[in-house]
């Protein structure tokens, strides 16, 4: 089944400890993001990668990293979160480009105390 | 600037009762494209819309592009519990920016 896998669902944390929230799909696709949603702001981007090894920010960069080692995977990580990155995050993966048709992760809902 | 504006934010209804929420924005779009987001879930593709004025139909989910490509509208036929989600449109600018903009999102909530 074609789908993008992130990891874990659910992170309770503490603020400084740092995390990594993996990502992961089976598409082949060269395009791959990082969103969070939070409500009253709707969905905001933080990085992109258009293929293996090329990255940029999004909107909302600040207080994140990513790497492209391998065209399947795009693990974001904090290295030192903060509460303000309490959040719901979301990969995703396009076929067609960072402006295609996006297939999303089912979510994973960060709380940084 | 929310250059996608969508209405309305939230929508409660009964079952079998029918719905419309549009998606505006004052610039141009090559395309849009539509996605229900359950609780706990991720955003799923429903419809990509890509000429002025199309029309297309997913079972009772009816979409349509404005014919100035700078409107969309999301018509959902005597609605379920099922339909219950958030619904967000997006749009492909192309000409002035190479990223996918979302819109503000309808949260609808269908009553048994």
């Given at each position: 089944e074609?789908?993008?896998?992130?990891n874990p669902r659910y992170l309770i944390t503490v603020t400084g400890k740092k995390l990594t929230v993996t990502c992961s799909q089976n598409m082949n696709h060269e395009y791959m993001s990082w969103y969070r949603q939070d409500p009253g702001l709707g969905l905001r981007q933080i990085y992109y990668s258009m293929n293996v090894e090329v990255t940029d920010k999004g909107d909302v960069p600040e207080g994140y990293k990513v790497s492209r080692k391998e065209k399947r995977n795009f693990p974001?990580?904090?290295?030192?979160?903060?509460?303000?990155?309490?959040?719901?995050?979301?990969?995703?993966?396009?076929?067609?480009?960072?402006?295609?048709?996006?297939?999303?992760?089912?979510?994973?809902?960060?709380?940084?105390? | 600037t929310q250059l996608l504006e969508q209405s309305p934010q939230f929508l409660s209804i009964q079952e079998g009762e029918n719905l419309t929420v549009y998606c505006n924005s004052s610039s141009?779009?090559?395309?849009?494209?539509?996605?229900?987001?359950?609780?706990?879930?991720?955003?799923?593709?429903?419809?990509?819309?890509?000429?002025?004025?199309?029309?297309?139909?997913?079972?009772?989910?009816?979409?349509?592009?404005?014919?100035?490509?700078?409107?969309?509208?999301?018509?959902?036929?005597?609605?379920?519990?099922?339909?219950?989600?958030?619904?967000?449109?997006?749009?492909?600018?192309?000409?002035?920016?190479?990223?996918?903009?979302?819109?503000?999102?309808t949260r609808l909530q269908v009553f048994p």
């Open positions: 074609a789908q993008v896998t992130q974001l990580i904090l290295e030192s979160p903060s509460p303000n990155q309490t959040s719901l995050y979301f990969c995703a993966s396009s076929l067609e480009g960072r402006s295609g048709s996006y297939t999303f992760g089912s979510g994973t809902r960060l709380t940084v105390v | 141009v779009f090559s395309s849009l494209q539509w996605y229900r987001q359950e609780p706990g879930e991720g955003p799923v593709l429903l419809v990509t819309v890509v000429t002025g004025g199309e029309v297309k139909k997913l079972k009772r989910l009816t979409f349509q592009f404005g014919d100035a490509r700078k409107d969309s509208s999301l018509h959902i036929t005597a609605a379920q519990p099922g339909d219950t989600g958030l619904y967000l449109c997006a749009g492909e600018a192309r000409v002035w920016t190479d990223k996918l903009i979302f819109g503000t999102g």
